[in-house]
């Protein structure tokens, strides 16, 4: 055969076998091979089951733990404040100026002023200055008394203002002793029809010693003995006995 007859044949050929061509990569493109290899199925096995993973629960954020820091071994303890009051707030004040009513006997030593004057002198009148027992065993105060006496026509005044220094026993007892001692001023108003001394005021000076009890910060009973400067010719020193009662 000629080669014009071989070339025709040949593409007849090709025309006749090109349609089963396309058709054969049409199939294999719609099912294609299984795989072959270690990972592909067995002919006839089911196809593996796909587990989808569990859903994640989101896991909240926790707030860092705080650590309380440990006490120091050697930190003293906070101080505790109380309410209460102490017991010295209980006790009246000791130091300020107290007033109340005082009774006082006076006994002149002066014959020529028990004359004129009496023997006995008594007075009710006003109490100035504390009469309270005192923290400390000893104190300075200020001290005022006051005696008035009238025999006839005649009548005296005498009025001790000073400074006392005060002894107590140290003690905190409902009824406590004590022991001082006092100076200053005496003022005197007195009158002497006898003596024709008119009335008007004199001055002179007095020192004292006296022993007493006190009770409560309250009350007290006190014997005194007074050493006075002679006034307008009258010699006033004398013992006195009072009580009295502080508000």
Request: net charge neutral; proline share 9%; hydrophobic share 35%.
């Amino acid at each position: 055969m000629t080669t014009i007859a071989r070339s025709v044949i040949l593409m007849t050929l090709l025309a006749a076998l090109a349609p089963h061509f396309a058709a054969a990569q049409t199939a294999d493109a719609t099912n294609p091979s299984p795989m072959i290899g270690p990972n592909a199925a067995e002919p006839g096995a089911a196809s593996p089951t796909v587990t989808a993973p569990p859903p994640t629960t989101p896991v909240e954020p926790t707030a860092p733990a705080v650590t309380e820091p440990a006490p120091a071994v050697n930190e003293p303890a906070p101080a505790t404040v109380s309410n209460e009051p102490s017991g010295d707030e209980d006790r009246p004040s000791r130091h300020r100026l107290m007033f109340g009513v005082d009774y006082t006997m006076y006994l002149p030593t002066d014959r020529h002023t028990r004359d004129r004057f009496g023997s006995s002198w008594s007075s009710l009148g006003l109490g100035i200055g504390g009469v309270g027992q005192s923290g400390k065993k000893s104190r300075l105060a200020p001290e005022f008394n006051l005696v008035i006496q009238t025999k006839g026509d005649n009548h005296v005044v005498m009025a001790p203002i000073g400074l006392t220094y005060r002894v107590h026993s140290g003690t905190m007892a409902a009824a406590q002793p004590y022991t001082g001692a006092s100076l200053g001023l005496l003022v005197v108003d007195l009158r002497s029809k006898e003596d024709d001394i008119s009335s008007g005021t004199s001055a002179g000076g007095y020192g004292s010693v006296y022993a007493g009890v006190s009770f409560k910060d309250s009350y007290f009973v006190e014997a005194r003995y007074y050493a006075a400067s002679k006034v307008r010719s009258f010699d006033l020193s004398g013992a006195s006995l009072s009580a009295g009662i502080r508000f």
